[in-house]
């Protein structure tokens, strides 16, 4: 496709003095009113070289570019210089590629041979897959697409919390209370409540702290009942999230969690102290990280059981050395933002000069109405019954509507589930929210649904316009035919569509996709009511087939992004 902005730019430094084409191709905007003009020059910095005022050189620009080929209408508004660009040519360039592309529309080779990790979702073992989940799951996976698409090499890791003194209590108090046919039926609510169970008593009882904290350390050193113990409850509780991964149709290259690491750790402990960067405190071993406004990190403890942050540290080496990553992205709550300061800090301090391709990228906490979510308490929404309600909610729906799809269940599945998924990658990921079952159940306005709807009504104007149309379309289109205003603000955001899957990827932020595709959906249903598509003029039907197969690719592509299914029928 024709850059138009670096077209634009070397239009207009032919035209001007004292100006690089990099300073000019800065100075481009995108006028947020369409009535504005396409691209528009702010004039004010070039008031300082030219010294005349901002309006003056305006009015020259606008006059010496005027005839460019380029464009169909130049004006001078006050300090800017608004152009718009000749729709006929922008709407052959846009929709001519998004057809020919197809499911490739949008994609790039920037990140060719170039690996780039992502590690998402990694809950904790034996613990509810609850709705804060979600935010991880789906934002990471995402980000993951988004990179994929771009070209990169990807693997995706889930760091499965399964190690730490949180083993001592469960062991304990499942061989205190518990049975092994609830564990089977019902692993992880059963653990769950085992969990819960143990701090209720540990409360009255401080010797089940200690008796934990000892069935951890026989863990630790591979006690073989301890480990039979531990091993069964991880792959219980893996069992129950691969439910839920299937039905996000989310999938990870490695499992490889924190006890993976747990056999790793003298090495980096050696090499800390060697490096000069350990210090003993109380029989414990800490680096201190004073000079860098962080608190101290706990890299071993008195007993000399590893942390968590240790694992991190062994976690990154293992990756580096492993798959010699380009970056390494951690999608983790912004809960954990001192956490990733400080082991990053301490990689770059033992001299990796990687350390800086480790990008943590927070999310902010969700929350219930009744406060904040508590394992503890066990006050949790599970994210099965919030998946499990979305699919119900679009079955209703799709049998009072008596919708013609030939696989209720294939479609109440990808409309439910993708409801949810949008839902959630709609806002800036920084952001705290509070669920609610009204907000992610509501299918009406900016939601999955709609986007979704939209996109099958495209497909559905394609059946109608039949084969043979659709098949001349894809050979060629005549777009004067598409160049009225609700075509062109269509074809605008079709065109910046691959530039907004690099900004998603580079600000890690898929609810950019998110909102760019609601922006198509709704520029879509605003042509398709102002214009007649199957028009008995043959050319005019073949240009506005083109065009709604173009938005249709967009649409399709930016919901894969999403993690979401197109159904071409609802
Ligand atoms: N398991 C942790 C939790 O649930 C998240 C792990 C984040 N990843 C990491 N490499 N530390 O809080």
Redesign the pocket.
């Known amino acids: 496709m024709i850059n138009y902005r670096e077209k634009i730019a070397d239009v207009l430094t032919h035209h001007m003095e004292g100006i690089s084409f990099e300073e000019v191709l800065d100075m481009i905007e995108k006028p947020a009113d369409p009535k504005m003009g396409d691209y528009a020059l702010p004039c004010f910095k070039l008031a300082r070289v030219l010294r005349k005022a901002p309006p003056m050189i305006a009015k020259g620009i606008a006059e010496s570019i005027e005839d460019e080929h380029l464009f169909e209408k130049v004006e001078a508004v006050n300090a800017y210089v608004n152009m718009f660009v000749d729709r006929n040519d922008f709407a052959h360039e846009v929709v001519a590629e998004a057809i020919e592309k197809g499911d490739d529309f949008g994609r790039s080779d920037v990140g060719a041979h170039r690996k780039v990790i992502v590690?998402y979702s990694?809950?904790?073992i034996a613990?509810p897959f609850h709705i804060g989940?979600i935010r991880?799951t789906v934002i990471g996976s995402s980000i993951a697409n988004i990179y994929d698409f771009l070209g990169y090499d990807i693997v995706r890791i889930n760091?499965?919390?399964d190690y730490g003194t949180q083993f001592g209590k469960m062991i304990v108090a499942y061989r205190r209370w518990g049975n092994r046919e609830d564990v089977v039926r019902e692993p992880i609510k059963t653990l769950l409540e085992y969990y819960t169970r143990f701090h209720k008593e540990a409360e009255n009882d401080p010797t089940l702290e200690d008796e934990a904290r000892a069935t951890f350390t026989k863990l630790e050193h591979g006690e073989k009942e301890e480990m039979e113990l531990w091993q069964w409850f991880r792959e219980e509780s893996l069992k129950e999230f691969t439910r839920v991964y299937d039905m996000l149709g989310i999938a990870f290259d490695s499992y490889k969690?924190?006890s993976f690491y747990s056999d790793k750790m003298p090495r980096f402990v050696k090499e800390l102290e060697e490096k000069g960067l350990l210090e003993e405190d109380q029989g414990a071993k800490i680096v201190r990280l004073d000079e860098y406004d962080l608190p101290v990190a706990l890299i071993t403890k008195s007993d000399g059981s590893t942390l968590?942050i240790t694992?991190?540290i062994a976690?990154a080496v293992y990756r580096k050395e492993t798959y010699d990553f380009y970056k390494n992205i951690?999608v983790?709550?912004s809960?954990?933002n001192l956490?990733?300061q400080q082991w990053i800090q301490i990689l770059e301090m033992m001299g990796y000069p990687w350390a800086r391709d480790c990008v943590h990228v927070p999310f902010g906490l969700v929350s219930m109405e009744e406060g904040a979510m508590s394992t503890r308490e066990g006050r949790v929404i599970f994210l099965e019954d919030v998946l499990n309600r979305a699919v119900e909610k679009t079955r209703e729906i799709i049998r009072e509507k008596n919708v013609n799809t030939e696989n209720i269940e294939e479609t109440a599945a990808a409309v439910g589930i993708g409801a949810v998924i949008f839902n959630e990658l709609s806002n800036y990921r920084i952001k705290d929210y509070v669920f609610s079952w009204d907000h992610v159940l509501n299918f009406e306005g900016e939601t999955g649904p709609y986007v979704q709807y939209t996109h099958a009504r495209a497909c559905s104007i394609l059946r109608n316009a039949g084969e043979e149309v659709v098949a001349k379309a894809m050979k060629g289109f005549d777009s004067t035919y598409i160049t009225g205003d609700s075509a062109h603000e269509l074809e605008s955001l079709l065109y910046e569509f691959p530039d907004v899957v690099h900004e998603a990827g580079d600000k890690y932020e898929p609810s950019i996709v998110t909102r760019h595709i609601v922006d198509i959906a709704q520029a879509y249903n605003r042509f398709y009511h102002d214009e007649h598509i199957l028009t008995d003029n043959e050319d005019e039907k073949v240009a506005k087939v083109a065009l709604v197969m173009a938005a249709k690719n967009a649409i399709k592509n930016g919901l894969a992004l999403l993690g979401m299914e197109a159904p071409e029928r609802m």
């Open positions: 590690e990694s809950p904790n613990k989940h991880s760091h499965l919390g969690g924190e968590y694992r991190d976690a951690y983790v709550a809960q954990q956490h990733f």
